[in-house]
């Protein structure tokens, strides 16, 4: 089973609102990634992290911001929730060997 | 055109018969190739990694990589209904430090007792 937790599961806030989806992994993996998904619908990239104080955008634009201070913890950050940002989050990680990547239950968000 | 095309079903079959599962890809670097499980509402499962071309297998479940025609499958035998879920590839450039994945669409199973 992996080691890779997102918390929380589900959030339902309201419009304006900040709020912060957190992702820890305890397997040292120097690669993590922040995926969204909507119902039915295939993932898409919004952003990833090579290491420590490393983070580029992904394919899909996104409003939602990320910061790596440590190798262990990849936050993403929406600084004022909008109805359009209701999906659903998913974090992975990867070590530098670029072998298997693993997910994280993921994080509903619904913004009201 | 999408790097990694992958249908979406849904797959209906019946309980004990051989799901048969695939992707194509446009891009010769794919190196990494992953098959992910997913049921509603829950993260990708891990369930098969390959490197480069070659078969594997693990328990009741098969993955097939043919890089010569840019094509790759996971077979499902004796399908138990605890199956039904959607099946995600996913792969990666080995040159590509970012290590970023692309995913296809996914395709939902169902698997009928």
């Known amino acids: 089973e992996a080691d890779i937790y997102q918390t929380p599961r589900y959030l339902v806030i309201g419009t304006g609102k900040k709020i912060t989806l957190e992702c820890s992994q305890t397997m040292g993996h120097d690669k993590m990634y922040w995926y969204q998904q909507d119902p039915g619908m295939e993932l898409h990239l919004i952003h990833y992290?090579?290491?420590?104080?490393?983070?580029e955008k992904g394919d899909l634009s996104s409003e939602s911001t990320v910061s790596r201070i440590r190798t262990e913890h990849f936050p993403l950050t929406l600084e004022s929730a909008r109805p359009s940002h209701t999906s659903q989050y998913l974090c992975?990680?990867?070590?530098?060997?670029?072998?298997?990547?693993?997910f994280g239950q993921g994080t509903r968000l619904t913004v009201v | 055109q999408k790097e990694v095309e992958q249908d979406p079903g849904p797959l209906s079959v019946p309980e004990g018969a051989i799901v048969s599962l695939n992707c194509t890809y446009s891009n010769s670097a794919f190196q990494y190739f992953m098959w992910y499980r997913q049921y509603s509402r829950k993260g990708p499962e891990l369930l098969m990694y390959t490197y480069s071309s070659g078969n594997k297998e693990d328990g009741r479940f098969t993955a097939q990589v043919d890089k010569s025609s840019k094509y790759i499958s996971l077979f499902i035998r004796d399908s138990q209904p605890s199956d039904s879920a959607t099946y995600l590839c996913a792969m990666s450039v080995g040159t590509d430090s970012w290590g970023k994945l692309q995913f296809g669409a996914g395709t939902q199973v169902v698997v009928t007792p």
């Open positions: 992290s090579y290491g420590v104080n490393s983070t």
């Open positions: 992975a990680s990867r070590d530098l060997g670029n072998t298997e990547a693993f």
